[in-house]
């Protein structure tokens, strides 16, 4: 079998609210324009997001990097895998 060849000006990862505008923007700029996703578009992580930024600054008993990360795998219904959460979340990981 035989795959079938495509060519685009460009191609845009992820069909979230940020993909997806991005790729209405290269369409409207008059070029073509891939728009791939992993997932149907109503399951981006634009759609799953409970709102909001939060981290776990440490600064109670109660407040655990670990935790933040198990909410945001949770609260993402396993969209987000706990690999790169645990990289996003973890106190101790130097990111800039």
């Given at each position: 079998?035989k795959?079938?060849?495509?060519?685009?000006?460009?191609v845009?990862?992820?069909?979230?609210?940020?993909?997806?505008?991005?790729?209405?923007?290269?369409?409207?700029?008059?070029?073509?324009?891939?728009?791939?996703?992993?997932v149907?578009?109503?399951?981006?992580?634009?759609?799953?997001?409970?709102?909001?930024?939060?981290?776990?600054?440490?600064?109670?008993?109660?407040?655990?990097?670990?935790?933040?990360?198990?909410?945001?795998?949770?609260?993402?219904?396993?969209?987000?895998?706990?690999?790169?959460?645990?990289?996003?979340v973890?106190?101790?990981?130097?990111r800039?």
């Amino acid at each position: 079998m035989k795959l079938p060849v495509r060519e685009f000006d460009a191609v845009v990862i992820g069909a979230g609210g940020a993909g997806m505008r991005a790729a209405l923007q290269i369409s409207q700029s008059g070029q073509t324009c891939a728009l791939l996703s992993k997932v149907f578009p109503t399951r981006s992580h634009t759609v799953s997001a409970q709102g909001g930024i939060t981290v776990a600054l440490g600064n109670t008993h109660e407040d655990n990097w670990e935790w933040h990360m198990y909410d945001t795998v949770k609260g993402s219904t396993t969209l987000v895998t706990r690999m790169p959460s645990n990289i996003c979340v973890r106190p101790d990981r130097k990111r800039f």
